[in-house]
């Protein structure tokens, strides 16, 4: 922000068209180290809506060296140029614009536009960066068809990639080549891409529904080409899913994945060039958790699915960003789904929603999934975006069923092919098709929030009538102070002594969704009451099955009811929620006992129910290991009002404790069992496999916290043995998170060993840097402070920056240690990134955002260090979003 004047929000009811479009767009792109040159060759026509003839240009830390209109050069009094702008007036229906920029893509550190990621040149241009490249209208509704020449040096840059397809090469003069890319689909400045360096390949092949060949390219360092198997075969896979499940085929003849090590999201889906962060592409069974091996498939099939949800059909301007992202992140969920476990995916989702995206809803940066206003558009690359955004449309298919579901899909496709439109044309499809009005299921759009659905019953012995009474609230959000009802899709069942009872609505029964046992009820009032008839037992409600709606349900289950949906219901959401819930009262019982008793026992049933879930073979063991995986602090801290940092965390701790205390024996026989049947075929990552090391690392991880002899021999032993990372890793971090000092010697050698074996591996000496950063030690934060100066550690690696500092401000007792040394911390980072990389900045700033859930102490703490960045000299404009919006009255 230039002379810290307030930089100013976008509102979307602001919104106008361009007064000009760009038919043509021709870059020539001269590489030269320490600099590049841009000539940008516009072809310009007025909007027929417009008669403004003034065209306003943007652009960003560019050199302006020459300017040609029509053939003409102009000289400075002849347009207006200031830091943000380039600005034309007096303009024709048509022009030919030739704009010349000098770039420094070797200083950029903002990893936005073009920039150096190690040896490779690449761009990174949504949402604004292509404004770094050249002048632009650098907007999503300015579609227009490129055609770029890039030129280098042959030894340093043998590969030149752009968007589309490869139409001329050749050799210059002083050891240069050029090559020329054309892409004959219309797109947004967002999506171009241009990437140069020296690179291997790994290439296959892939013959689409209509029975067109693609050759399918990966790009990546030398050093990591046998690391790139996974994402060829996710790639494929998810080119086949598409077509099959969404009737989408892909468009060109060519399409090419990147690796860089730099990069500040996951991925990017540039039109046929997608340029992913390495830790998105790379796996392979030694360097790779399974975790990670999953995390590949799904980004590139989310970025894939792109070319349909985001390039052909794409978003008309910023707030209209979930259009695309929700759409997508479902759509790689049910491919997720579709290739693995959907229980234990949605399990997965609904982990990460009620962890972190509940916690942004009820914090300062709540906004809704449509925003109505930002500063700077990089901060709404959020977890309301993406995965609230998710929620909605998965409401919607819930609501119409799948084959209405993709009848609107089909027409807003078809409708809107090559437009930019906005999320009201993705509704109105589903509307048409399904004829429902959806005017107040838009309302998940508008308001911001995470809705509280209480519900109670009452049980009529005499008349055989079960009520449930639902009440939704949702508190005031900037935007929105007095909330409306929402349409909430309650998935239910209710559950007698043997099993599922029959359901009759006593009104009526929409027999198109429903089958006996279980029905989707449509809330859309504040209160409202269903009464269920011929109930000849007092059931127990399964409520929001699958988690059919991004709530927060409340309903008074006695522990019995919990035991029963935990032991008798279908529906894997709903039993491990159940799960859940009995671990959190059971940390809720033992918060409150500590203060009279220094160790309270933990109730039997619960024991005695997880011994079960242990001994249950018909249960997947990937269900099994996360209904014994006890709530994490995040979570907890989200359900009271004020987190209390020491008192969950030893609560939740004892609990940990006394649970693999119970269950010793079985967690062991389970641990040995899972060992046996890894080591009887070889190693994969198919569902089953995931599973089983899932469990078996869960009860490594319960009986490491034994703390005995015998714990400790069996987590070094898998230590030293392990043929893959998801097994290493485990051990690893069963060691370094002990807090036990029997083993102290063997954790200062494994992290010694760990480094030494993988230091010429970044993605996993990241999980070096993380372990560490993440552990209970009480002196982490000096840990934290002295890997800062490991040598493989590098303050301009986003990827860096979130393993170290993102991991120790995740964790919660090192971060909000009462000495408040850990904010301190954050603080000089922030500033220090402020500088160098605004958009990582502004994200890693997120912890200190919460500073209202604390006590006042640390409330104090926290404050002083947002004001303490409030008031420094050039703010940009990510982090001063960010941290005004924090301390604004609320
Ligand atoms: N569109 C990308 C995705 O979701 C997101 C993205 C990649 C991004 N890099 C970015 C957003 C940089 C903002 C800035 O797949
Ligand atoms: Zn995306």
Request: proline content about 4%.
């Amino acid at each position: 922000m230039k002379n810290n004047e307030a930089p100013k929000k976008i509102y979307l009811k602001d919104y106008r068209e361009p007064s000009y479009w760009i038919k043509k767009t021709t870059l020539d792109v001269q590489i030269y180290d320490g600099h590049t040159d841009v000539t940008a060759t516009l072809l310009l026509e007025r909007n027929a809506n417009d008669e403004s003839r003034k065209l306003s240009l943007d652009g960003d830390s560019l050199e302006l060296r020459g300017l040609t209109l029509d053939g003409k050069k102009l000289d400075d009094t002849q347009y207006v140029l200031d830091a943000e702008h380039l600005t034309l007036e007096n303009l024709s229906d048509q022009h030919e614009l030739i704009i010349e920029t000098r770039i420094y893509p070797e200083t950029n550190t903002s990893l936005e536009g073009l920039y150096k990621s190690r040896l490779i040149y690449c761009t990174q241009c949504e949402a604004e960066g292509f404004r770094k490249i050249t002048y632009y209208l650098d907007r999503p509704d300015v579609m227009s068809e490129f055609t770029t020449r890039i030129t280098a040096d042959k030894t340093r840059c043998p590969i030149l990639l752009s968007n589309g397809n490869k139409i001329d090469e050749g050799e210059c003069a002083n050891d240069r080549h050029f090559a020329v890319w054309h892409d004959p689909h219309l797109k947004p400045a967002y999506l171009f891409a241009l990437v140069a360096g020296e690179l291997s390949l790994l290439e296959d092949r892939f013959t689409t529904c209509s029975g067109r060949d693609v050759l399918l390219q990966i790009w990546v360092e030398e050093k990591d080409l046998d690391k790139c198997a996974h994402a060829m075969d996710s790639l494929k896979r998810s080119m086949a899913w598409d077509e099959q499940r969404y009737g989408r085929e892909y468009d060109l003849d060519i399409f090419m994945i990147v690796a860089v090590d730099d990069f500040n999201m996951g991925a990017m889906e540039n039109k046929g060039l997608n340029i992913f962060n390495t830790s998105c592409v790379l796996a392979k069974k030694e360097t790779t958790t399974d975790a990670e091996f999953q995390r590949v498939e799904g980004v590139v099939a989310h970025e894939y699915f792109h070319n349909w949800s985001g390039n052909r059909v794409t978003c008309r301007d910023w707030f209209q960003l979930s259009l695309k992202e929700g759409f997508t992140v479902f759509r790689d969920a049910q491919f997720s789904s579709d290739m693995g476990s959907a229980t234990v995916k949605r399990v997965e989702d609904v982990l990460l929603l009620r962890a972190a995206q509940f916690a942004e809803d009820a914090g300062p940066m709540a906004h809704p999934v449509q925003p109505d206003a930002f500063i700077e558009i990089s901060n709404f690359y959020t977890l309301t975006i993406y995965e609230k955004g998710a929620e909605v449309v998965r409401m919607l298919h819930t609501l119409l069923g799948e084959t209405l579901f993709r009848k609107g899909s089909d027409l807003y496709f078809e409708r809107h092919d090559g437009q930019a439109v906005t999320i009201d044309d993705f509704v109105r499809a589903m509307e048409e098709v399904s004829g429902r009005d959806l005017s107040q299921f838009k309302r998940w759009y508008k308001q911001a929030g995470t809705p509280e659905l209480e519900v109670s019953s009452e049980y009529i012995e005499a008349s055989e009538e079960y009520v449930l009474q639902f009440k939704q609230r949702c508190r005031p959000t900037v935007e929105c102070k007095e909330k409306q009802p929402f349409v909430i899709p309650v998935d239910l069942s209710l559950l007698g002594d043997a099993g599922k009872l029959p359901l009759n609505l006593k009104d009526q029964l929409d027999p198109e969704r429903s089958d006996n046992t279980r029905m989707v009820i449509e809330l859309t009032e504040a209160e409202e009451r269903f009464v269920f008839t011929g109930v000849k037992e007092l059931p127990a409600p399964a409520l929001l099955r699958g988690f059919s709606a991004p709530v927060k349900l409340r309903y008074r289950y006695t522990d019995e009811q919990l035991l029963r949906i935990l032991k008798l219901e279908d529906d894997g959401f709903c039993r491990w929620d159940a799960a859940q819930q009995l671990m959190i009262r059971e940390i809720d019982r033992i918060r409150e006992a500590l203060v009279a008793d220094p160790s309270p026992a933990i109730s039997p049933a619960l024991v005695d129910a997880l011994t079960a879930v242990l001994a249950d073979d018909s249960l997947d063991p990937a269900m099994v290991s996360l209904m014994l995986t006890v709530p994490s602090e995040k979570y907890l801290n989200e359900l009271g009002e004020q987190v209390e940092v020491e008192a969950t965390h030893h609560a939740r701790q004892l609990l940990e404790r006394k649970l693999a205390k119970a269950l010793a024996e079985p967690l062991l026989q389970c641990y040995e069992l899972m060992r046996a049947r890894q080591a009887a075929k070889p190693y994969s990552v198919v569902a089953a496999d995931v599973a089983e090391r899932a469990l078996q690392n869960t009860a490594l991880h319960l009986l490491s916290i034994l703390g005995d002899e015998k714990s400790l021999a069996l987590v070094q032993q898998q230590f030293a043995e392990a043929d893959n990372m998801t097994d290493e890793l485990a051990a690893f971090k069963a060691l370094v998170h002990s807090t036990r000092s029997r083993f102290d010697s063997a954790k200062t050698d494994a992290i010694q060993r760990f480094y030494t074996k993988w230091q010429a591996e970044a993605l996993v000496v990241n999980h070096w840097f993380s372990v560490q950063a993440s552990s209970p030690a009480p002196d982490v934060l000096e840990q934290v402070k002295a890997l800062m100066t490991h040598p493989a550690f590098d303050m301009k690696n986003p990827n860096k920056l979130r393993a170290l500092i993102g991991a120790f401000c995740n964790n919660v007792t090192g971060f909000h240690n009462a000495n408040g040394l850990g904010y301190a911390f954050l603080g000089d980072r922030i500033i220090e990134l402020n500088r160098s990389n605004p958009q990582i900045a502004a994200r890693l700033l997120t912890p200190l955002t919460k500073w209202r859930r604390y006590d006042e102490k640390r409330q104090e703490k926290m404050k002083a260090q947002l004001e303490r960045i409030q008031s420094e000299p050039n703010l940009s404009k990510d982090v001063f979003e960010v941290v005004s919006k924090s301390l604004e009255l609320s």
